[in-house]
């Protein structure tokens, strides 16, 4: 079955760019008509949709981050990545990928989870 | 502020049933599109629980259900155990080309 790691810096400065890469095994990213996405939640708070890519390269993003977010496929190596911009400390938060089917499916599976701390 | 509300706090006693609502607007939930639960251990990513408004993937036991009439939805738990303390949030698609969740609900087992 598929799973999804996501990897990336821990600890980022406030106002450089976050960048974190999930990781596909167990099926290739390019099999069947998934859509990869970015979920996002910061401490003890709800979850935020921040965007989406199809194997195509195809995006959509949150409107709310829209003008910071980047989301990228990299079909060789079974990859998609993210990449936020101009980030404060209001983007700390456990950053998880995810993958769905179509906008009337759930998100499954998920990968567990990583920390991003936005800090000096 | 979440687009779809959900109360933030739910208890009940072992053995027991509780539900919990999910609303939100014409824009989603009203406008059609399915809505499913995730369930979120502590320190843990979150689980599929309810998919397509009712349906529960292989190994979710039948004491969850879900429900979902105009612009809102609800998760039914029966039989309360312990382990099902957790938080749970709904989550549906938006007319505006988002995804959207709502706040989340925390379940306590008394």
């Known amino acids: 079955q598929v799973q999804l790691q996501e990897s990336g810096p821990g600890l980022v400065k406030p106002s450089q760019t976050l960048s974190l890469t999930c990781t596909v095994s167990g099926g290739s990213i390019s099999s069947g008509s998934y859509y990869w996405s970015w979920i996002r939640q910061p401490a003890g708070k709800g979850l935020e949709w921040i965007g989406r890519i199809y194997t195509s390269g195809s995006t959509n993003y949150n409107p709310s981050l829209k003008s910071r977010v980047t989301i990228s496929v990299d079909t060789s190596k079974n990859q998609f990545s993210l990449k936020l911009s101009s980030v404060t400390a209001a983007d700390t938060a456990v950053y998880y990928c995810?993958?769905?089917?179509?906008?009337?499916?759930?998100?499954?599976?998920w990968g567990q989870g990583t920390l991003v701390t936005v800090s000096s | 502020q979440s687009v779809l509300t959900q109360p933030p706090s739910v208890s009940g006693a072992p053995g027991q049933r509780v539900t919990i609502s999910c609303t939100g607007s014409?824009?989603?939930?009203?406008?059609?599109?399915?809505v499913h639960w995730y369930q979120q251990l502590p320190g843990t990513a979150p689980k599929l629980l309810i998919y397509?408004?009712?349906n529960r993937p292989s190994g979710v036991p039948d004491r969850f259900s879900g429900s979902k009439s105009g612009t809102s939805a609800s998760l039914a738990i029966t039989g309360l155990q312990a382990e099902d303390e957790a938080d749970y949030y709904c989550q549906s698609y938006d007319s505006s080309l988002s995804w959207v969740f709502g706040g989340g609900t925390k379940l306590t087992v008394l």
């Open positions: 397509g408004n009712s």
């Open positions: 014409s824009s989603n939930i009203g406008a059609g599109y399915d």
């Open positions: 995810a993958r769905y089917y179509d906008i009337l499916s759930p998100f499954d599976p």
